[in-house]
T-cell receptor, first 117, second 115 residues
Framework: GAVVSQHPSWVICKSGTSVKIECRSL??????MFWYRQFPKQSLMLMAT?????????EQGVEKDKFLINHASLTLSTLTVTSAHPEDSSFYIC?????????????FGSGTRLTVV | AQKVTQAQTEISVVEKEDVTLDCVYE???????LFWYKQPPSGELVFLIR??????QNEISGRYSWNFQKSTSSFNFTITASQVVDSAVYFC????????????FGPGTRLSVLP
């Protein structure tokens, strides 16, 4: 079945630094990927939709200059948290659709737990 | 607008008890998909089930069963004879039938199964 690999699974960084999270579709091509954020004991909230070869679409309230999304190829989308602050500490998870499995073939990555100290 | 409500924030049961997790959704789409995911402490989302809006058949998979009722916009999840390993956060989610639409997740229900 479709596999989405997310890396790293966890990261600790210092306040003010940038962190890049990768989301790869391993055995399929994904023109669209989604990035979600989950604060402790809360639900997953969509941050942005990543479109291959074009700009990402951000949800209201998500700073596009802080959360840089690049979808340069059909198998890779990256989320860069720039100038990270402790309030950015969260669980980030991506999702991608395998077009060969129809409209329901969405797969989630295993998530990245970001801690900013 | 789409919305998913899971009224139960936390549930605790003793092992072997049956437990039902409630899910109520809102959507204007005529075609949509409903999901249940399990999120253990490790964080990954474990897919449990997907239901199409035009298929109201209930489903049973081992100890898990799902009751989909369009008339009440509900998609409830029952675990029979619960086990400690069932302890996790369970999310109900909704996705539009249109291509490329994202998931809308409910707030989740934290289930604790005590030995």
């Amino acid at each position: 079945g479709a596999v989405v690999s997310q890396h790293p699974s966890w990261v600790i960084c210092k306040s003010g630094t940038s962190v890049k999270i990768e989301c790869r579709s391993l055995d399929f091509q994904a023109t669209t990927m989604f990035w979600y954020r989950q604060f402790p004991k809360q639900s997953l909230m969509l941050m942005a939709t990543s479109n291959e070869g074009s700009k990402a679409t951000y949800e209201q309230g998500v700073e596009k200059d802080k959360f840089l999304i690049n979808h340069a190829s059909l198998t890779l989308s990256t989320l860069t948290v720039t100038s990270a602050h402790p309030e950015d500490s969260s669980f980030y998870i991506c999702s991608a659709r395998d077009p060969t499995t129809g409209r329901n073939g969405y797969t989630f990555g295993s998530g990245t737990r970001l801690t900013v100290v | 607008a789409q919305k998913v409500t899971q009224a139960q924030t936390e549930i605790s049961v003793v092992e072997k008890e049956d437990v039902t997790l409630d899910c109520v959704y809102e959507t204007r789409d005529t075609t949509y998909y409903l999901f249940w995911y399990k999120q253990p402490p490790s964080g990954e989302l474990v897919f449990l089930i997907r239901r199409n809006s035009f298929d109201e058949q209930n489903e049973i998979s081992g100890r898990y069963s799902w009751n989909f009722q369009k008339s009440t916009s509900s998609f409830n999840f029952t675990i029979t004879a619960s086990q400690v390993v069932d302890s996790a956060v369970y999310f109900c989610a909704l996705r539009s039938g249109n291509y490329g639409q994202n998931f809308v997740f409910g707030p989740g229900t934290r289930l604790s199964v005590l030995p």
